[in-house]
């Protein structure tokens, strides 16, 4: 399924008193491997083919679980539907008071990293190294990708056709309107969409 529009949504995690918890311990078994998602996507032959996990939490029900990198097997068809491409790893979850989640869940990684931001129509200041007063960019620093310090006005790329994916410049995951739509309409929970728009706003500072 293509996307059919222009208008994209930063994926924000929306946790509630119910079934998407504010925070949880975790316990993995085996244990994760090492991996930094905001550089680059993990590599799927690092991960065993499937985990357990002790999670400090008396009812888990959300679909796209962003900040603990898991999805509900709903929200992994959805993907499927919309070609998004991801590694996604069976997860026996084991709640509080030895409960199980009424959903199966999986851990998640996106594997498309994209910059969607187009320079010429935007507006931004990128951030410079403090030492050297460089710019955190590949071609003067040699770094993996761009760094911003605000972005003022974000236009997207005409050309991006993905539906979900890692946004490199915002480094959080973005869908397309129609991947969102969908999304509301199996009623699926978890997820805060933030339209990118002309009152769209970046700043890398913001609640530090």
Known sequence: MSNTTEQFYVMEYLPDDAG??????????????DYDIFTAPPKSTDFSPAYRLK????????????????????????????????????VDISLLRKKKPGKEYYL?????????LDREKSDYTISQDVESGLLNTPESRGLDKTYYDTIDL????????????????????????SFK??????????VDFKSIDENFKYDAWAGW
């Open 20 to 33: 998407s918890p504010y925070f949880m311990d975790k316990e993995w078994d085996p244990e994760l491997p």
């Open 55 to 90: 999670a400090s939490a008396t009812q888990l029900d959300g679909d796209f679980l962003i900040s603990d990198n898991l999805v509900s097997f709903d929200f992994l068809r959805l993907c499927e539907e919309y070609l998004v491409h991801s590694i996604h790893i069976p």
């Open 108 to 116: 998640f990684f996106l594997l498309d990293y994209i910059e969607i």
């Open 154 to 177: 974000f236009i997207v790329k005409k050309e991006i056709k993905n539906n979900l994916f890692f946004c490199q410049e915002l480094s959080k995951p973005v869908c397309s309107w």
């Open 181 to 190: 739509e969908k999304f509301e309409m199996l009623g699926l929970k978890g």
